[in-house]
T-cell receptor
């Protein structure tokens, strides 16, 4: 069973809409949750992280964590064509130093 | 500003060659990681290190070795390159806050 699962997409949204990306994880020992954005041919760059249940907002991005249901989501408000990329979800456990990555969701924002 | 650098952006090697990929971070991070990324397979952990001269196998260590002689430097070695090691190689590091930062990646082609 995969540690972290994401819908591979592709997900397409019109410019200005809200993009919703979802991620589920299997290990209840997961402590920290991260969203990375990866443009084609580039390395992942950190968008935001969340540790506690609830919402965390940073500009147009909101991360939502629900530990009871074992999912974490990323909302992108007012989506822009420059948001078109693959979004990777990652989790880190209470014990150990390893990060577990999903395979990513491809997002296209249509002008 | 966080910085992880990798020695090469692109490499072309021949089957059987010994290949060295170097990664340097300037954030005094304890933990460093090597991943490879292939289409449809996501990020797969090859090796990681949580201290100088310490190393741990990840999910796919076969055909690879690593070296960490100094805290800031983590090297990945392909003892005898094979065509199935053609991939994007990503180095990452993290410290106490457990946010992982990636280098720009090395795209390796083995002919």
């Amino acid at each position: 069973q995969k540690e972290v699962e994401q819908n591979s997409g592709p997900l397409s949204v019109p410019e200005g809409a809200i993009a919703s990306l979802n991620c589920t994880y299997s290990d209840r020992g997961s402590q920290s949750f991260f969203w990375y954005r990866q443009y084609s041919g580039k390395s992942p760059e950190l968008i935001m992280f969340i540790y506690s249940n609830g919402d965390k907002e940073d500009g147009r991005f909101t991360a939502q964590l629900n530990k009871a249901s074992q999912y974490v989501s990323l909302l992108i408000r007012d989506s822009q064509p420059s948001d078109s990329a693959t979004y990777l979800c990652a989790v880190n456990l209470w014990t150990g130093n390893q990060f577990y990555f999903g395979t990513g969701t491809s997002l296209t924002v249509i002008p | 500003d966080v910085k992880v650098t990798q020695s090469s952006r692109y490499l072309v090697k021949r089957t059987g060659e010994k290949v060295f990929l170097e990664c340097v971070q300037d954030m005094d991070h304890e933990n460093m990681f090597w991943y490879r990324q292939d289409p449809g397979l996501g990020l797969r952990l090859i090796y990681f290190s949580y201290d100088v001269k310490m190393k741990e196998k990840g999910d796919i260590p076969e055909g690879y070795s690593v070296s960490r002689e100094k805290k800031e430097r983590f090297s990945l070695i392909l003892e005898s390159a094979s065509t199935n090691q053609t991939s994007m190689y990503l180095c990452a590091s993290n410290g106490g806050v457990k946010t992982q930062y990636f280098g720009p990646g090395t795209r390796l082609l083995v002919l």
